[in-house]
């Protein structure tokens, strides 16, 4: 039973950095087959692919965001989490995190995802 669970806050100041981590738990974030992702979801808008990091620790990024996105990984607590810097009311969403055999905007059967988190730009 893999879960994935998101924490951080739920609101944000313009021009502020966004910190998120996910806990996982019921596999290794090291795990080679997989890619451990952020993905989100702006209001009344599609999934929006955000970040990875695979089990060996190769980075991808989104490329309209990787000037301002970095996704990192504690191998020790099972954890891995996203910065977004210099924030926006564009970057309101759900984030989700999950576990992806193939990164991208899409919700796979064998995928696993974590509930989401609801983060909110405002001043």
């Known amino acids: 039973q893999v879960q994935l669970q998101e924490s951080g806050p739920g609101l944000v100041k313009p021009s502020q950095t966004l910190s998120l981590t996910c806990a996982v738990s019921?596999?290794?974030?090291?795990?080679?087959?997989?890619?451990w992702s952020w993905i989100r979801q702006p209001p009344g808008q599609g999934l929006e692919w955000v970040a990875a990091?695979?089990?060996?620790?190769?980075?991808y990024y989104r490329p309209s965001l990787k000037s301002r996105t970095s996704i990192a990984r504690d191998t020790s607590k099972n954890q891995f989490t996203l910065q977004l810097t210099s924030v926006t009311p564009e970057d309101t969403a759900v984030y989700y995190c999950?576990?992806?055999?193939?990164?991208?905007?899409?919700?796979?059967?064998?995928?696993?995802w974590g509930q989401g988190t609801q983060v909110t730009v405002s001043s």
């Open positions: 999950a576990r992806q055999s193939r990164f991208g905007a899409v919700r796979a059967a064998d995928d696993y």
């Open positions: 019921g596999d290794s974030i090291t795990t080679t087959h997989y890619y």
């Open positions: 990091i695979g089990g060996s620790g190769m980075t």
